[in-house]
């Protein structure tokens, strides 16, 4: 029955139901030391990241003679002996989490040491964040704030057995330090609270990268506006003669606002994303106050939450100057298209006055079709009564010829009333 059942499965559950289980957490146990790498790939994080942070990976599963995994993984751990690796592929970066176990107090002997040094300058400028984490058993670490150079501290207890220090700042070895006192914590429920803090720091960093952005954006968008109540007022002044002019103008401020968008929208979706994910991780937290020391939570709406606002202030700045310079654009181009109205309107005039001198000259000029006709076809005549004479059958050819001109006249002129009827009536 299984391989029946099998055969009517969907063919993502299997992964899809994997996918929950696919990253697990670290099976820690105090005391152990543990070094974090995030490892960012820059502006080609959307293209490029997997493939560079696979082979960063490789290099560093060869030099400990370990096979990598394969290029589609996003998850990977192994156990080296002196340390264990847990690495994770995300969007725009990749984790590297080492522990090793020791029972010494301090900084001094973490895990990031026992790494090639070849490898670690292959991360020229693409280490994001850097994170030692001391996980102590209750007794130890009493004074838990002499290990942080930094005079600002966060602490709390956390997830009803732990106790979580750090000052957020990276100190004078490169590494951001948190110690964490495993009070009386359930079995995996260390290597939870190690993730989960791991996860804030690198949410926090990443989360971090629009403010740079927001501040760039930020002269390039004073410019714009100043530029645009310019315009503004100068459409208000215009007689009519230069909203062209305007129109190329206020185009080209359109252009530079879409431009600025394209560059920033993504970083500042993602700088709110990862700020979810904080505060989220934070909750997970589940802090309680330790007196005289402000909490996680705390600590992040004082100095991340500020930031955070400027990125979703710039965002929401850029989005409505877009909207203003597009009402303006188009109030342009409704005067732009009433002027070129006003334009046809007189052009429509001018050919209906030269169309009226057409007809009158048409009708000057049909007169003397008339006649010019008429004295040929009299003359027709006139030759045929002549020959009439000769013959005998006709006795005054001047008198019958002089009574052909009004008939032949009018005859002409009722059959060119009649044509222009007909051609008149087929362009109705």
């Keep these: 029955m299984s391989l029946v059942f099998s055969s009517l499965n969907h063919p993502q559950r299997v992964p899809l139901a994997a996918e929950l289980h696919s990253r697990p957490f670290l099976k820690l146990h105090a005391p152990e030391r ?138 004078s070895g490169g590494f951001s330090r948190f110690v964490i006192r495993d009070v009386d914590m359930r079995a995996q429920q260390a290597g939870r609270l190690v993730q989960r803090v791991l996860e804030i720091e690198t949410y926090r960093m990443m989360a971090l990268l629009g403010l740079p952005a927001a501040q760039r954006a930020v002269p390039e968008l004073n410019a714009v506006e100043r530029e645009l109540a310019g315009l503004t007022e100068a459409l208000l002044q215009s007689d009519g003669t230069t909203e062209q002019a305007l129109l190329q103008q206020i185009t080209h401020l359109a252009a530079r606002i879409e431009k600025l968008s394209l560059e920033n929208s993504y970083r500042f ?46 965002a929401a700045r850029q989005d409505a100057l877009a909207r203003r310079i597009a009402n303006s654009n188009d109030l342009l181009r409704t005067r732009v298209g009433i002027v070129q109205e006003a334009q046809n309107r007189q052009i429509l005039q001018s050919m209906n006055a030269r169309a009226a001198q057409q007809l009158r000259l048409q009708q000057a000029v049909e007169g003397l079709s008339v006649a010019a006709i008429s004295y040929y076809v009299v003359g027709l005549i006139g030759y045929s009564v002549k020959g009439a004479k000769v013959l005998g059958l006709v006795a005054s050819p001047d008198a019958l010829i002089g009574l052909a001109v009004p008939v032949v006249a009018a005859g002409v002129w009722l059959t060119l009333r009649s044509m222009h009827r007909r051609l008149h009536g087929a362009h109705r």
């Design 34 to 171: 543990v070094s974090h790498l995030a490892v960012y790939a820059g502006s080609s994080a959307r293209d490029g990241n997997a493939q560079a942070q696979h082979e960063l990976l490789a290099s560093l599963c060869a030099h400990f003679g370990v096979a990598a995994p394969s290029r589609d993984a996003s998850y990977f751990y192994h156990d080296f002996g002196r340390l264990r690796l847990k690495w994770e592929l995300h969007t725009e970066f990749a984790t590297y989490t080492f522990a090793a176990s020791g029972s010494e107090v301090g900084f001094g002997d973490m895990p990031d040491a026992l790494l090639p040094q070849q490898w670690l300058l292959s991360l020229k400028g693409r280490v994001m964040v850097a994170a030692h984490v001391l996980l102590l058993r209750g007794g130890e670490a009493g004074a838990a704030p002499d290990l942080f150079e930094g005079v600002s501290l966060a602490g709390s207890r956390v997830m009803q057995g732990g106790e979580l220090w750090s000052d957020f700042l990276i100190q």
């Design 269 to 314: 979706a993602a700088s709110k994303a990862y700020f979810r994910l904080v505060n989220a991780r934070i909750d997970e937290l589940r802090e309680s106050r330790i007196e005289g020391v402000p909490t996680v939570e705390e600590f992040m709406e004082r100095r991340l939450a500020p930031a955070m606002s400027t990125c979703e202030a710039v």
